[in-house]
């Protein structure tokens, strides 16, 4: 019963399988090797027209390298304030963006409004050199709170973006889990809604450690070769970054990857609603996010269960955590069991 | 018949292994989980001491975090003109270090002498606040030449760079490869010798992607865990890389992995040497270098064998390349096999 | 009617007179000069303790550096989000301090609250190492909003601060106007109330440009030589910044600059009462906010008075801007007449 | 008899009047006012061509800021090894420029030669992305040695420079010595032969602080307007470095002072020469080198003399320096008295 984080989980079978196929014979270093040209033209096959892709082991680093490209130093990216980038990096798009900055928005159910990047926009123009301009919208999809963006919010929201002349970055630690939700294609909710880079996760969804910057316009991609050599994240056994993610994409393994954990995510909601608990967001993706009773917590994980009570700072504007409600954040992936759920069920009911 | 870097091997098996045996279950992400609890009571063993130790996943962001670790960015590293963070590592130890200064210095067969350095370190010290002092000294073990630092060796440099004030940093890429023609102990040629932090090499030495910061003083590693983080080199599902490195320790496998690549390297050498040919440096570890005639070279590249032909300023001060020579770099692994050797050799005889 | 700024001000007739005293023989350069070891002594004499100075020409150069002193790239200053390093210094911060972060706080007349601060150093504790986690309080003495920190309030919210293993830096470009309102010495409402680093002001007051980094304890001073000179702020002939701060200082010069200028703001703040308009914040250094109407705002403006209308979201959560109200921000200076406030309250009568 | 630094003068007067003149009434802020518009028309007319002009406080600055934006962070600035930005600025080029990486090359009489800077290149092209490649080529002129760079010279290397796709700086503190040595208007020894971007100084000349980064296109200057306020370098009372500056150039007013510094140190020279002293370099500028025995080193400063004696590596492939030796070096500026060189003169003939 681990649904602390969709990174607890192993490695999804066939790209292990993939690592140990690859470890045969030699091959030139640092990408210059057959199975990263290979994967290169998979991705635009993948998303229909030519992009860049960049492959780095974390999803930290391909954040980090992407905002850097897209923003100088002297001006902001606009970001939901719950993002990953806000709260969880470190500061590492600061620190690769030679002290960049984040402008952490609100907005209901983990999401941005077009009003609320407008507004932004509209502050955070003008005023030179006094002031950090907005270079960049970073958007998270599958959210924070589990929940997604339709394509024509961001289509939306890329427009407004692109008006106020700021590049589109997407962050995709849980594309896939979107992917499958939407029913939507990879390029129709990335590019063609006019996302410039996106930072396309495969690690939650199956991988041992790789993620791909992706530039759907090459022609502004050159750079990045050196920001990522620079900042350690070129491996050297380049192949084994390139097989675990061809594995990924092959056959649609990472959709049926995805579905799979989106669907454990839809059963333990219905569970959690069953019981009479209050789903603070849209269950949309592979996080469900509900009210926990403190003695029932207390249950939960003496049986075992494992995931993570947050912040209740993340609920404001958005639902009032009651006196003696923990805000519990449960998360599936591909290596979630309908046994883990079903004995989580079964601790409910009791 | 690859002699192009160690880096185009592949996975040496038990490390391979060592990963699928720990796809098993759930664990707890970014260094929680009992591997990597296990593997650094392993390296405190290895190294006869308490040490504090962190993964990456590449070499360029273990030299990096160490040396900006040790060094403010208004200070310097003193470290071999020919060594890999001056000419290979696009500026990362400059990044990560807030823009510090590396200062190259010349030195026969690709080491510092303790006069160098003593010079050094007196001429980049005092006139303060206008100069960049020098603040670490940096050494590389095995050097880029292929050749070895002795434990009095390191235990003389490193006694002028703590009396000049600076911490002691090794490059270790190939650590193992020069321990094991030393026949001396880790301990012995690290903190016993006087150097401060390691950077532990294993992806040469046969890993996937696997590189450790070793602290010997665990006082001073603190901060390094948010330096990881925010450089994007906190694995989430980090016991992958603990388990390689745990493998690549296990019953001196390191050792014999390394035995094998240094043994393969003197076949070549003696090879070499009986064709007439002339080695630049002193054969150690597992880097050979040798002064190809160019129409030799074209024969061995047309029958398929692989390797660098390097700069020839690399050769300054320490040997003139004749007209119509090439310096040429023939690097083994733990997958170079004696057939391979003993192909290469047949085309030098004929 | 010039109300634009402190800074449309020239220089105070002392002190130009004392840079063309100044002006006589040679000095050896950055600092090494018999002025500026006097001014040190005059400083120490000043605060009532040894304290360390660095002069440097501008407000953001001083507190950029002192932000970067005192908190290590991965970490956080808390501060107003109206404060000048987060809103008007063009990321200096972020810059200076390799990627830092600022965390905007909300406040009430623009001063932060004890409450405000103690969840937010809550709030950015603990997590290592994902999240970036406060190093540094940043206070504005006196505010953006013109409005002043009591002893007893700073007091209160270093001791929060120190409790919470923050330091804390007061940002004083106006810092005189705050002192002769309070009646207290500069040790009272600084480092007897808690404060570690000041950017101590004087060029708003009267300087040329002249501001110095005064830290209390001088300890912690050391590496602040080499970021002054690395960020390009250490003068050659730094005699001329010495002796603008000297005469600054010399027999209260500085204290009867500021209590003039806060002399006309009562003044002024009178006035604009007096014909009925709204004063937004207490009126309690040199500036004056008032909410004026559109109509009386192009009146002001065609007769030739100075001022800015700034953006309405600086009131959030403060008052309400009716529909058809400007934000006007009036700044006196030691330069201001009483003729120009006449001429200008006479416009308001009409 | 102050020989020490062109920085141990004070103000020329007429710059210093200037301050005083333009103390009067109120002035917008930021460079916002008319004497800065009027200056940047001035830089216009002076160079023959519209120019974009930066002005800041220190030489430091103005070198880290035009490099930084020259220069991308993984790449290098070549330039001779002992120029002021390698050896004397703290690492501020690399600071500012995110860590880029100075490539110091050997010279004789401190200039570089076009064979050397051509070698550089080709050593700094290439080997993406692992090595810090070549972006830059930074000048000086008069160099460090007081030597000069003529006209020919810079095409000759600009041209070397545009071709392998560098940009070219100059860094002319002592710029007006270079010019009147030279005999050669201002747009002859720079944009005409193929300066990109220029340090144009003035403090050295005679200016209390004021030096000014001039972009010959100015279509590559916008964003320093940004770098330059996040650097702390934006006067908030701009009028005062602009009057600087333009009294500066008022009626050949710098090319004045300039040539009295220059003759002074011509008759220094004639009278160390006329001693019997060995004269290091050409005394083409303001700079003065001599080997001086160490006995009348010590009469000479015994008689008040004030002058450095440098590191002896400088000389390192210019002149040997023999034992009991000094390598003393003497400046020259606008304040240089003739009396005072006689009595220098004096003391050497007893």
Redesign the interface.
């Known amino acids: 019963m681990?649904f602390?984080?969709d990174?607890?989980?192993?490695?999804a079978p066939d790209i292990?399988d993939a690592?140990?196929a690859?470890?045969?014979?030699?091959?030139?270093?640092?990408g210059n090797d057959p199975a990263t040209r290979a994967l290169e033209r998979q991705f635009s096959t993948l998303f229909e027209r030519e992009v860049a892709v960049f492959l780095?082991?974390?999803?930290?680093?391909?954040n980090?390298?992407s905002l850097a490209h897209l923003t100088?130093?002297?001006a902001s990216v606009l970001c939901h304030q719950q993002s990953h980038i806000m709260?969880?990096?470190?500061?590492?798009p600061?620190?690769?963006?030679?002290?960049?900055?984040?402008i952490g928005l609100p907005g209901e159910n983990g999401k941005l409004s077009p009003a609320t990047v407008e507004a932004a926009i509209a502050?955070y123009s003008g005023h030179?050199?006094?002031?950090?301009n907005a270079a960049a919208l970073s958007l998270t999809q599958a959210t924070e709170a589990g929940t997604l963006y339709r394509p024509a919010d961001i289509a939306g929201l890329a427009e407004i973006a692109h008006k106020g002349g700021l590049k589109v970055h997407m962050d995709g630690a849980r594309f896939a889990n979107a992917l499958v939700r939407l029913n939507a294609g990879p390029a129709e909710v990335t590019w063609k809604a006019g996302v410039d880079v996106l930072s396309f996760g495969a690690?939650?969804g199956g991988a041992?450690?790789a993620e791909a910057v992706v530039f759907f316009d090459p022609a502004i991609a050159d750079?990045m070769?050196?920001?990522?050599?620079?900042?350690?994240?070129?491996?050297?056994?380049h192949r084994?970054l390139a097989v675990q993610m061809e594995a990924f994409l092959r056959d649609d393994y990472w959709l049926r990857l995805a579905r799979h954990a989106n669907g454990m995510a839809d059963r333990l909601a219905e569970h959690l609603r069953a019981a009479g608990l209050t789903l603070v967001w849209p269950v949309e993706a592979n996080l469900v996010f509900a009210l926990l009773p403190e003695d029932l917590d207390r249950k939960l994980k003496a049986a075992g269960a494992?995931y993570y009570v947050r912040?209740a700072?993340m609920l404001a504007g958005n639902a009032a955590a009651a006196d003696g409600l923990l805000l519990a954040r449960f998360v599936t992936s591909f290596?979630t069991t309908e046994e883990d759920v079903a004995r989580f069920s079964a601790l409910l009911d009791r």
Chains 1, 2, 3, 4 share one sequence.
């Open positions: 681990n602390a984080s990174n607890t989980a192993g490695i292990l690592l140990a690859a470890n045969t014979g030699f091959a030139l270093g640092y780095v082991p974390t999803g930290t680093a391909a980090a390298l100088p130093p002297w709260t969880d990096e470190c500061g590492a600061e620190f690769f963006g030679g002290g960049l900055k984040l502050r030179r050199p006094h002031q950090v690690t939650k041992m450690a750079a070769h050196e920001r990522r050599k620079r900042g350690g994240h070129l491996f050297s056994k084994f494992s912040r700072d290596a």
